[in-house]
């Protein structure tokens, strides 16, 4: 029993009445957790997938529709057109999309077999491209795909002339919006055999690929490296580069320089397959504010639509691409939702990722490669899981779900081409987003950075 | 025997030429003139021709080579036979960086010195040296063998996976996890081997010290941060 103190004229007691229990914003349960784990195993946190934090996203805007100043199309019968064709600017052989949607790169050894299959009968069936990863090119993705993008990575892994030439386009990546600045990983869990034999790497060790280029730094070499791709492949294919969302105005502009065909945007919602947690909640912008800086940068050279802007990180519907493309994008890729579509965090198997000390729509310890979906797993009973013919289907539903999602957007702002959607057709909920996108906030006509406040 | 004089004729035609060989084809001895720096001469070769190069060239002469033998009568600038397949590579005067980076097979051939990070990333290629080698090489070098007859520059064979490193010369220092190793029979054997292909005559095997990978960095220990 607590003694009473004395006060002056009074007495007072710390023999306080029960009050509510309040934990740290600062110090919540997730950072406490945190704390833990890091003393308890020595090792930073890593996961797969894009960061988990709130920002600013499509969800901010809205679209203004047709009214009386502008008359909208009728949905199913007047024209919508959604085609674009990518690397007009050197190639011989642009590839052409009937959707402006792609499947973004994800390598063979971060997803099994069977779930590359399944996205290139997806994108193949719904008229788009799918993308290789860090790790070269498999037979099976390649005869799967009807139009397939080789990504040309730091490591190199399983990197050959036979598949350059056999690619439709080729993406150089500089970065990834997962981990701007950051190399590949993938853990000895999923170094199987043909993983290990495609790499070139030992059976089971912790592969930590390189975050830089082997045989160039900075933009004027990255000039003569798309050159030297470009002679290999007898200037046929497209050429891609790949960047982080970082400095999208430069990044943007200097790829131009280097002679890009087509710039891919890749924002802080953009997945991996495995990388420290730190980084990918750390480093990076939103998907939201790279867009305007990277469509600014191809204006400013004179080279919007010329040069072609993909854009990814964190979309998941119609809304979203018609939301990206009125910002400038060309294109837009999606990874994560890909997944998902295909059966990744299915609450089918809920069972088995509370087994894991998860939760479906949770799960990202996909380095682990213990997936119940099969699908970021090189376990071949888990990868059995995942029919390949029957997610391929459901990719190809999502894809085409999302377009007609788009065209219905298009087509009540009065546009006969997904492309025409532009700036002026938006506003913005918040602050945040009004400044990142530069259109104005809802009821007004002002955003930050714009005069007259 | 086609001779391509870069000094009036593109460089796109000459590597069309290279790459548009029809099979059965028998003139397969190529002369490039007038090279003057150009990048990306001779890249893509696919099938067995010979290009003879009389002058120096700018960044990744011979990349990719698959099966042809290319020799520069000059010096190369960096990346010189970068991601190898196949075939033979000989570089008369020195290499930039990056020589043989990322090469998967193949023999390079580097009669003068190499720059820094030659071998980087190496997945198979053999590389031979005449003289001496700067910083970093062999960086993250994953199978295949460098051999260099002179010296090595600071960190070679940082972060070594399981490529193989003779030095005739000193190591200004070794990488992380990179290790001086016995030098067995076998290795002596394919030294020999790697010395006769590179027309090396008038040094012994025995001469040589055999580096590799420690492997103790192969899977993540938080006590081993510091070597990172």
């Known amino acids: 029993m607590q003694k009473p103190i004395e006060a002056k004229g009074q007495q007072m007691s710390y023999h306080n009445p029960t009050t509510p229990p309040r934990k740290s914003a600062t110090f919540d349960d997730y950072t406490l957790a945190e704390i833990r784990r890091a003393a308890a195993t020595g090792i930073y946190d890593i996961r797969g997938g894009g960061t988990k934090r709130k920002v600013p996203h499509f969800d901010d805007l809205l679209f203004l529709g047709a009214s009386i100043s502008r008359y909208p199309l009728e949905g199913y019968r007047e024209k919508c057109d959604t085609s674009v064709v990518l690397g007009t600017r050197f190639a011989k052989k642009p590839i052409e999309l009937k959707i402006p949607i792609t499947i973004a790169g994800m390598s063979f050894g971060a997803l099994s077999g069977n779930a590359k299959e399944a996205l290139g009968r997806g994108a193949t069936l719904a008229g788009t491209s799918t993308t290789t990863g860090d790790g070269g090119m498999t037979n099976e993705e390649r005869g799967h795909s009807e139009k397939l993008v080789y990504q040309y990575l730091p490591s190199r892994y399983g990197m050959n002339p036979k598949d350059l030439r056999r690619a439709d386009a080729i993406e150089v990546v500089v970065g990834q919006g997962a981990k701007p600045g950051g190399g590949g990983m993938l853990l000895g869990q999923k170094i199987s055999d043909r993983v290990a034999q495609m790499r070139n790497l030992p059976k089971g060790i912790d592969q930590r690929s390189a975050c830089r280029h082997p045989d160039w730094t900075g933009p004027d070499d990255l000039e003569i490296k798309i050159l030297e791709l470009r002679e290999i492949t007898d200037w046929e294919k497209p050429i891609y580069v790949k960047v982080g969302g970082a400095r999208p105005y430069y990044d943007t502009a200097l790829a131009v320089k280097a002679g890009a065909d087509v710039v891919v945007l890749d924002g802080m919602q953009g997945g991996t397959a495995a990388t420290q947690d730190v980084f990918i909640e750390n480093v990076g912008m939103p998907t939201l504010a790279c867009i305007r800086p990277a469509v600014q940068a191809l204006q400013d050279l004179g080279m919007h639509r010329k040069v072609q802007l993909i854009v990814s990180g964190g979309i998941r519907s119609g809304a979203d691409v018609a939301k990206a493309l009125a910002l400038g994008a060309d294109v837009v890729s999606i990874g994560t939702a890909a997944l998902v579509a295909i059966g990744d965090n299915d609450p089918h198997w809920e069972e088995e990722y509370q087994k894991l000390g998860s939760t479906a729509g949770a799960y990202d310890d996909w380095h682990e490669g213990k997936d119940p979906a099969g699908i970021t797993t090189q376990d071949p009973e888990l990868a059995k899981r995942l029919d390949p013919v029957l997610a391929g289907r459901r990719l190809a539903n999502y894809l085409k779900v999302m377009t007609l999602e788009a065209q219905t957007i298009a087509r009540a702002c009065g546009k006969n081409k997904l492309h025409n959607l532009e700036p002026e057709d938006l506003c913005a909920l918040t602050m945040e987003a009004a400044a990142m996108a530069q259109v104005p906030l809802a009821g007004t006509s002002w955003y930050p950075g714009k005069g007259g406040f | ?228």
């Open chain 2, 1 to 228: 025997m086609p001779v391509f004089d870069l000094s009036q004729t593109p460089l796109r035609e000459l590597n069309s030429a290279l790459h548009n060989l029809g099979s059965g084809a028998n003139d397969t001895a190529f002369e490039v003139i007038n090279p003057r720096g150009s990048h990306a001469v001779a890249v893509g070769i696919d099938s067995p021709v010979t290009v003879e190069v009389r002058g120096s060239v700018g960044y990744y002469c011979a990349g990719m080579n698959d099966g042809g033998t290319i020799t520069v009568h000059g010096s190369a600038g960096p990346g010189v036979a970068e991601n190898m397949m196949s075939g033979t590579v000989v570089i008369e005067g020195d290499a930039s960086q990056y020589a043989g980076a990322t090469g998967q097979g193949g023999l390079l051939v580097i009669k003068g010195n190499a720059a820094s990070r030659c071998g980087i990333s190496m997945k198979g290629i053999d590389i031979v040296v005449h003289g001496s080698i700067g910083h970093m090489s062999a960086f993250m070098g994953q199978s295949g063998h460098l051999v260099v007859l002179g010296d090595a520059g600071e960190a070679l064979g940082d972060s070594l996976y399981e490529a193989k490193l003779f030095v005739r010369g000193t190591v200004k220092s070794l990488g992380a996890d990179c290790v001086e190793k016995a030098m067995k029979p076998k290795h002596l054997e394919k030294l020999a081997e790697l010395l006769e292909r590179a027309g090396v005559t008038d040094v012994r095997p025995e001469e040589f010290k055999r580096y590799g990978s420690a492997r103790k960095l192969y899977n993540f220990n938080i006590d081993n941060a510091e070597a990172y």
